[in-house]
């Protein structure tokens, strides 16, 4: 007091003990960080970060009152797979509501982006065919799917209209639809596969790491090419005699009724 030296033995005690060099805070909160790199031939950071979840969730469970959070590239990660969701489902809304005014239909659309999935298939099919993994490249090839898949589609529905609405019969109409646009639809399948192969072969260190991209765009476009061929004619058949089916009973039962 009074600017006078105290002894310190007068004031504390000395102990001997252990206490973390730097105390890093989050939130508030005491937290702990865990660092790793990723192996090369890895799962990749969504693999890495399922196993970690996974550990979490078992053996590594936290106990009580201590939580775990990924931060930095996994935390972008996370977010990106998230913004990705967003788009792809914004995207497939936006297509269905310009097919719906482009054909004044609320049913036809739904058959059109029936090769929406079929798309995704072969995409997912191929990468794990080349092990590749979902990255960024991945998600924005799947995105691409959703413009570049429902081409095809739109070629045989829109062909297969215009035959029944010169009065060619139901079945007649998409068996010729599908051998008029035969050809455009293989024709521009083959360009776009060819265009991809550079992206999915990676002649270099810069582009790489793009090559997951181009192995789901080209898988997309297979898969989607070899089944749009069987599988959008029969549904939008099928579609199609579900509504005349639907027109002609609610015409049955309005007669009755005005009877």
Not at 39 to 55: E, H, I, T, Y
């Amino acid at each position: 007091m009074n600017g006078r030296l105290v002894r310190l033995a007068e004031a504390a005690r000395q102990v001997r003990g252990r206490s973390p060099a730097t105390v890093d805070r989050s939130d508030r909160a005491r937290s702990i960080r865990m660092s790793a790199d990723i192996a090369p031939n890895g799962p990749g950071l969504g693999g890495v970060m399922s196993d970690f979840r996974a550990l979490l969730a078992g053996e590594l469970a936290p106990p009580p009152g201590i939580t775990c959070r990924f931060e930095g590239m996994a935390e972008s990660f996370e977010e990106m797979v998230v913004n990705m969701m967003i788009a792809a489902a914004l995207g497939t809304f936006f297509i269905y509501l310009v097919l719906a005014s482009l054909y004044e239909s609320f049913v036809t659309p739904l058959t059109i982006m029936l090769v929406l999935p079929l798309a995704a298939c072969g995409a997912f099919y191929a990468l794990w065919l080349t092990g590749k993994s979902l990255d960024v490249f991945s998600m924005i090839g799947l995105i691409l799917l959703l413009g570049i898949a429902t081409k095809n589609s739109i070629l045989l529905v829109d062909r297969t209209r215009q035959h029944m609405l010169a009065g060619m019969a139901e079945a007649e109409a998409v068996v010729q639809a599908g051998r008029d646009r035969l050809r455009p639809i293989l024709m521009t399948s083959f360009a776009l596969v060819a265009g991809m192969i550079p992206v999915a072969v990676g002649l270099n260190e810069a582009s790489a790491q793009r090559t997951s991209m181009g192995v789901a765009v080209i898988g997309g476009i297979v898969s989607s090419t070899l089944l749009t061929l069987f599988v959008v004619p029969a549904a939008y058949a099928g579609l199609e005699r579900f509504r005349l089916g639907s027109l002609a009973a609610a015409r049955r039962f309005g007669g009755i009724d005005r009877q």
